[in-house]
């Protein structure tokens, strides 16, 4: 059993910049997948970053590559997605999760825990 919880979302100006994390209980953190979703209103949720296991791969859908990163240490149990140039169609609900899976292969399907979620409101 995991549990997740996100932290670091807030209201910022387009532009801006933001530092989410997700601490997680236990002491397996390191033998899951990690991700981050988002849900915005109306919108099903969707994938904006995974890493692996150790940190060597990390994975972006083309809305968010070269804008956000994500990043992971271990010794914390602890997730980071670092979002820079924001933008209003960025306001969501962001979700951490975990996957006994691949970094690669994780989706909103295949995670297998996840956080409460953070809200992240990005202004024009």
């Known amino acids: 059993q995991v549990q997740l919880v996100e932290s670091g979302g807030g209201l910022v100006q387009a532009g801006g910049s933001l530092r989410l994390s997700c601490a997680a209980s236990?002491?397996?953190?390191?033998?899951?997948?990690m991700g981050w979703f988002r849900q915005a209103p109306g919108k099903e949720r969707e994938f904006v970053a995974t890493?692996?296991?150790?940190?060597?791969?990390?994975y972006y859908p083309d809305s968010v590559k070269g804008r956000f990163t994500i990043s992971r240490d271990n010794a914390k149990n602890t997730v980071y997605l670092q979002m820079n140039s924001l933008k209003p169609e960025d306001t969501a609900v962001y979700y951490c999760?975990?996957?006994?899976?691949?970094?690669?292969?994780?989706?909103?399907?295949?995670?297998?825990?996840w956080g409460q979620g953070t809200q992240v409101t990005v202004s024009s």
């Open positions: 236990g002491r397996t953190f390191s033998s899951y997948a």
């Open positions: 890493i692996s296991r150790g940190g060597t791969s990390t």
């Open positions: 999760a975990a996957s006994r899976g691949t970094a690669q292969a994780m989706g909103v399907m295949t995670s297998d825990y």
